[in-house]
């Protein structure tokens, strides 16, 4: 290595250098020599090795302690290096994963695309971004002949390539055509089955399913541990807590879901969200379900969509930029 | 070309003594300040490994030639557990005993060529050689 | 992002005490320890959370993993001192109904 060879005339030359006039000039010199020793994979004993040399044949008189000294702490200092190289390697490592991961993201975003829907007298928003690469939270999308409209959202507990496959099943179960869509209680049921039976013992999905119907404006809907959304009063200029109860999907796979129901009337509002949301941390402590509410309040006169992004700009500035969780907030405002 | 010396790992001590005998024997093969260190650091680390985890075992010292180029050869011994993990254990990153550099890797980055063999219930046998260059 | 875990055992009841944050970083960890006591048949376990700051899914999913293997295990496992924000967590998913978070801690007044 060319390096290798002047390495020893070099280093001598930046010693002797600042041994005579302890300049500043001495020292760039030796930060310079550094980074190229780093660049050609000189270890840090090898330059104490050097060091101790050089001084000795500079000055035979040197005195035996400091000999002693310069030996005990090259052996000291050699660990130091090893674990520099380690370092090296696991940030390499980390380089590769990154893009794996991000190859990852695109094509889970590609395989769980949903649109929202555009129905006469609805006004649907829907925003979901990823604290990391990958997104644990799901939600979805579909809409029938009668123009009702069936919305999941989902949160999946644990990550990766599985939590993607996961949603990949539920996106399945609701796009299969059939001829009686099946009540929200019964697709939480049968989900649960199927997660228990194929999902890894540590991962489950809380999951809100709701089925809007057109015609009646009656929205139907059904939780298994899902982080409770709100209904927004129009005339009363009230939020009130969607309160439905139900057992995570995969934990229990004899588990029972109860169905409610609920009028939607004109200038009423369905508020969907995952835990990323209500679960909100700043430095001073959580961001409260009131201020999600004042934000709705404060931007109410928008379309649905421009609600769902100017709120999620609003929490993502009080964090700092820095999403602790994944954040989803679907807004359903009947308008006519 | 064998020519080899044992020191029993019992003891904390006998570290100390497989660190001297490595030592000695780096110097008699013709490695300089900077190799003896690296070679005497990787006992150390190995020996250390078996007062740990195994409780008991041995380390020798070899001197090898091959192709005619002199050399030293380490082997680590124990009846030990085991490794549970051999992967796992080569690592960066995973260590059971504190931080960076630590380690069967550190080791394998301080020597020239590096064997593992262990299994749950067996034991461990590590050989590791370096060679004058 | 940290977790400390103490773990007293006495008359066969693994007590363990966990202070700080289970999140996504330090909820391994968490697992690491209780998993194999988990595992044991008749486990008796009881996690102290009283020092819990803060709590979110990913705690959920070890302990939700605890409680299947100690069931399937045939043991007992409690969880006490709850924060109120650590048991809505619990009756939000559900499984307030399936596990023990009600139970009083030793000394703790009604």
Redesign the interface.
Same mark, same amino acid.
């Given at each position: 290595m060319a390096f290798r060879e002047t390495m020893e005339l070099k280093y001598q030359e930046i010693l002797k250098n600042y041994i005579k006039d302890q300049s500043e000039t001495a020292l760039y010199q030796g930060q310079k020599f550094s980074r190229k020793s780093i660049e050609n994979q000189v270890?840090p *004993? !090898?330059i104490i =090795?050097l060091h101790k040399q050089l001084l000795e044949d500079m000055y035979p008189d040197l005195p035996k302690y400091v000999v002693h000294s310069f030996?005990i702490l +090259? !052996?000291v200092i050699? $660990?130091?290096g090893?674990?520099?190289? !380690?370092?090296q =390697?696991?940030r390499d490592?980390k380089r590769e994963l990154r893009s794996e991961i991000e190859i990852a993201a695109n094509v889970q975003q590609t395989l769980l695309e949903t649109k929202v829907p555009v129905v006469d007298g609805l006004d649907i928003g829907a925003i979901s971004v990823p604290a990391k690469h990958m997104n644990g939270d799901y939600y979805h999308f579909v809409q029938d002949e009668n123009n009702s409209i069936s919305i999941a959202i989902a949160?999946v507990? @644990?990550k990766g390539i599985p939590a993607a496959l996961c949603m990949s099943m539920i996106k399945y179960a609701m796009d299969s055509p059939l001829e009686n869509r099946p009540e929200p209680s019964s697709v939480l049921e049968n989900l649960n089955r199927v997660v228990e039976q194929n999902v890894d $013992?540590?991962?489950?999905i =809380?999951m809100f399913y709701g089925m809007y119907n057109h015609d009646r404006h009656i929205f139907s809907y059904a939780s298994?541990?899902? *982080? $409770?959304g709100f209904f927004y009063d129009g005339k009363k200029d009230e939020f009130q807590e969607i309160h439905a109860? @139900?057992? +995570?999907l995969g934990?229990?796979k004899k588990t029972k879901y109860i169905q409610y129901e609920k009028q939607i009337n004109q200038g009423d509002m369905i508020i969907l969200l995952s835990?990323g949301v209500t679960?909100c941390?700043t430095d001073e402590g959580?961001i409260e379900k009131e201020v999600l509410m004042t934000y709705i309040k404060k931007y109410a006169d928008l379309s649905s969509q421009e609600i769902v992004t100017n709120i999620f700009k609003e929490f993502e500035r009080r964090q700092n930029f820095q999403l602790r969780?994944d954040f989803t907030l679907i807004i359903l405002k009947r308008d006519v | 070309m064998e020519n080899q010396s044992c020191v029993l790992i019992q003891t904390e001590w006998d570290i100390v003594a497989a660190r001297q005998l490595g030592r000695n024997v780096a110097k008699e093969v013709g490695f300089g300040t900077v190799d003896q260190a690296r070679i005497t650091t990787a006992i150390s680390e190995l020996a250390r490994n078996i007062y740990i985890y195994a409780g008991e075992g041995q380390v020798c010292i070899e001197k090898i030639i091959k192709n005619g180029q002199a050399g030293l050869r380490i082997v680590a011994v124990d009846k030990g557990p085991g490794i549970p993990d051999i992967r796992l254990a080569m690592e960066d990153g995973y260590s059971t005993s504190g931080g960076l550099g630590a380690g069967l890797p550190g080791v394998k980055r301080l020597m020239d060529d590096f064997e593992i063999d262990s299994s749950l219930g067996s034991g461990t046998e590590i050989k590791a050689s370096k060679w004058i260059r | 992002m940290n977790i400390d875990i103490e773990i007293v055992e006495h008359n066969s009841v693994i007590k363990v005490s966990v202070r700080g944050e289970i999140d996504v970083y330090t909820a391994p960890k968490l697992r690491e320890i209780l998993f194999p006591l988990a595992e044991k048949e008749n486990a008796n376990i009881i996690v102290n959370l009283s020092d819990v700051i803060y709590m979110d899914s990913t705690g959920l999913g070890v302990f939700v993993g605890v409680f299947k293997s100690v069931r399937s295990n045939n043991g007992k496992f409690q969880l006490v001192g709850l924060s109120g924000r650590i048991k809505r967590l619990f009756e939000i998913t559900g499984l307030a109904e399936i596990m023990d978070i009600n139970s009083r801690m030793e000394g703790e007044s009604l």
């Open positions: 270890t *004993e !090898e =090795s030996d +090259l !052996e050699l $660990p130091y090893v674990a520099y190289r !380690e370092n =390697s696991l490592q949160d507990i @644990g $013992p540590s991962m489950f =809380s298994a541990g899902h *982080e $409770p109860k @139900g057992l +995570l934990i229990d835990d679960e941390r959580f969780d | - | -």
